[in-house]
């Protein structure tokens, strides 16, 4: 049984910065893609970001280079680093891992963590 807990989060400024962070646990994913979808208030989930097993990178359209992602294989870890919030990043952010993250629901969900950001 796969589970995926994340932390950080939290309340930033516009303009600022926030890091979350997702462990998995229950068993290796060192051939999943790991990555990050988001849930806004009143709009469905959206892709942000995924790292394959392989190391390939791909991020949502609305990043614009904003988000950075990273994953420690080893550890079962992957970790997103938003830069230069806006206010329309307020979202829930879940950890998920499965594959072609960006074409394909994911297998993995975690419970989801709040990223709030004010004006």
């Known amino acids: 049984q796969v589970q995926l807990g994340e932390a950080g989060g939290g309340v930033g400024q516009a303009g600022g910065s926030l890091r979350i962070s997702c462990a998995a646990s229950?068993?290796?994913?060192?051939?999943?893609?790991m990555g990050w979808f988001r849930q806004a208030p009143g709009k469905e989930r959206e892709f942000v970001a995924t790292f394959s097993w392989t190391g390939a990178i791909e991020y949502g359209d609305f990043v614009k280079g904003r988000f950075t992602i990273s994953r420690d294989i080893a550890k079962n870890t992957v970790d997103l680093q938003m830069n230069s919030l806006e206010p329309e990043d307020t979202a829930v952010y879940y950890c998920?891992?499965?594959?072609?993250?960006?074409?394909?629901?994911?297998?993995?969900w975690g419970q989801g963590t709040q990223v709030t950001v004010s004006s």
């Open positions: 229950g068993r290796s994913l060192s051939r999943y893609a």
């Open positions: 998920v891992a499965g594959f072609a993250l960006k074409r394909i629901r994911p297998i993995h």
